[in-house]
């Protein structure tokens, strides 16, 4: 069985989508205040490399890394379940636009729903 990241298109198809992804996520006003100091070409790069690696199956320690990159946000800023929304609904609708198969896109959203109550640093002994 082909890994979710080879249905999709491969390494360059995750790159491009990430791209038109972050136009929508950095430009959204509900998100803006998370991303004013990052560096949005690193960003870029960072998270697609992550992708990749979570989505061909390669990444053991997904759920603690994004515990921590995201853990200040959620205790200083407010990060919660209506901002993951957002940006899982952003990711949803960029697939959409590149063509991406309707039964992919419910794949990739429940991978990344797996990661929810690490990115809002949940404890784990509450999680479901
Ligand atoms: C499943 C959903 C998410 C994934 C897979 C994800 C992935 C990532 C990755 C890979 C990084 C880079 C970490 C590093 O190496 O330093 C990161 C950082 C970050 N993420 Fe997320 N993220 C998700 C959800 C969110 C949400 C909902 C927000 C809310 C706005 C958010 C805001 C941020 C911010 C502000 C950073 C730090 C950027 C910087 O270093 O300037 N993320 N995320």
Redesign the pocket.
């Known amino acids: 069985m082909s890994t979710l990241l080879e249905r999709i298109g491969g390494e360059d198809a995750v790159k491009a989508v990430i791209n038109a992804f972050y136009d929508k996520?950095f430009t959204d006003e509900a998100?803006k205040p998370?991303?004013a100091?990052?560096?949005f070409a690193?960003?870029r790069v960072?998270?697609t490399?992550?992708?990749v690696q979570?989505l061909g199956g390669k990444m053991p320690t997904a759920h603690e890394?994004?515990r921590n990159?995201?853990r200040k946000?959620v205790h200083e800023m407010g990060?919660g379940e209506v901002?993951?929304d957002?940006?899982?609904g952003h990711l949803a609708v960029t697939m959409q636009e590149f063509n991406v198969p309707a039964p992919l896109i419910a794949e990739v959203a429940a991978g990344?729903e797996t990661?929810?109550n690490d990115?809002l640093d949940v404890p784990v002994k509450d999680a479901a």
């Open positions: 996520v998100l998370f991303f100091d990052t560096d690193k960003q960072r998270q490399k992550f992708v979570f890394y994004m990159a995201h946000y990060l901002h993951f957002i940006v899982v990344l990661l929810r990115v």
